[in-house]
């Protein structure tokens, strides 16, 4: 028999202990299986199942279950607005089933387990659709409004713990992910020397902003800059795809603009919500010349040992762009003077609040100067970020021809 209406107190507290523990720990699997073992003792059922959000697929999918395993281990997903759970998804409120069949689900699953009744409740945080708390029952029973209340309950504890661990793991994945794409060591350029840095940024976490450098079949090097719109696992995604179709053109085309045209194609095709700005050159080492062509990024900074350091004169042609067609992209081509250094940079370096780019562009070009790569990223780092964790990411790639 389901618990009568004065025990509901006493249910909510003992979930509160069970949720408050669960925040505590970093295993999601783990978290979610104990809090639904606990739903289904204190509600009698004999079925508890979470499902969680998938934003990009606008679907649900099966996360942890109690009772009913098997919709976790086939993988089961339910599109948002579709039958039990993802009404329950679509609508945002309770929804309590008297009869389970094929009119009102879509999950074979839970008729095949002989469920007749089902109560479901949203997991919802600051008003996000994080995913769908259920419970169902083999014999024949009416949920009770106390039951709803514990339920909802129990879905308000779950979505905060839910929410909060996959931000942490999204942070940690999207962490690895950056590092295993950024050049764990920057390559040995013949009459070249170089350095990198890049710094993630507090208040948006990790991002898409990277640099590379690589050789490339007749001898010279590819050099790349470039920021992904957004930030966490998403965008590292993006920009690990994008830096992957950047290397596979640069192997078939001489032409940076062209190069950049293709991987504008890619994105256009094949990211529908995507947005980069990227700037890359070809490095022609044994002559010292590189060119250039910017998709929407940044000019870099060159500074000589006979001139004062100023901004790459380059036409910046349209980011890389989902909404945007393929269109023309040019090239420059700079001699680098034996001792003259390139920066090439990512916005997050200049950019402060109430300040214009223009303001900060000049700031640092206070600050390059024809020096070992080594010495002008630190100064540029002391001086630009100092003590203090950047706001957005920050990619720095210096290239000095050697005197």
Known sequence: MPPDASGVDNRAEQLAVVADTALSQFDLERT????????????????????????????????????LEEEVRQGVRIPIGAGFAGRVAAERKPIHLRHVDRSNVVNPLLWEKGLTSMLGVPLLTDDRMVGVLHVGSLA?????????????????????????????????????LQR?????????????????????????????????????????????IGDV????????????????????????????ADTLARLSRNIFHFESSG??????????????????????HLPPLLATPHGSTAPVKIAVDPPLHADLRPTARRTVTVDLEPGAVLV?????????????????????????????????????????????TPDDDIAVLVLRRMP
Request: net charge negative.
């Open 140 to 176: 024949q029973r009416e949920f009770s409004d106390n039951d709803v209340h514990v339920l909802q309950l129990a879905a308000d504890w779950t979505a905060l713990t839910t929410r909060a661990q996959m931000m942490a793991i999204d942070r940690a994945a999207a962490a690895a």
């Open 229 to 256: 719109a957004g930030h966490g696992l998403g965008a590292a995604t993006v920009m690990g795809r994008v830096r992957s179709a950047l290397r596979a053109y640069a192997i078939e085309s001489a032409d940076p």
């Open 275 to 296: 947005m980069a700005t990227v700037g890359y050159a070809v490095l022609d080492a044994a002559h010292g010349r590189v060119s250039l062509s910017s998709a929407g």
């Open 344 to 388: 090439s940079f990512t916005d997050g370096l200049i950019e402060r609040r109430g300040e214009s780019i223009d303001h900060g562009i000049h700031r640092l070009c206070q600050l390059v100067t024809p020096d070992h790569p080594e010495a002008v990223c630190a100064r540029i780092m002391a001086d630009l970020v100092g003590s203090e």
């Open 32 to 67: 979610l299986g104990d809090l639904l073992a606990r739903v289904r003792e204190l509600l009698a059922a004999d079925t508890a199942v979470i499902l969680l959000m998938d934003d990009d697929a606008d679907e649900l999918r099966a996360a942890a279950a109690v009772g």
């Open 180 to 224: 295993s794409l950024l050049p764990p060591r920057l390559p040995h350029v013949p009459g070249f020397e170089l350095a990198a840095r890049y710094v993630p940024g507090s208040r948006t976490g990790v991002g898409g902003d990277w640099y590379d450098v690589f050789g490339l079949l007749d001898g010279r090097w590819g050099v790349a």
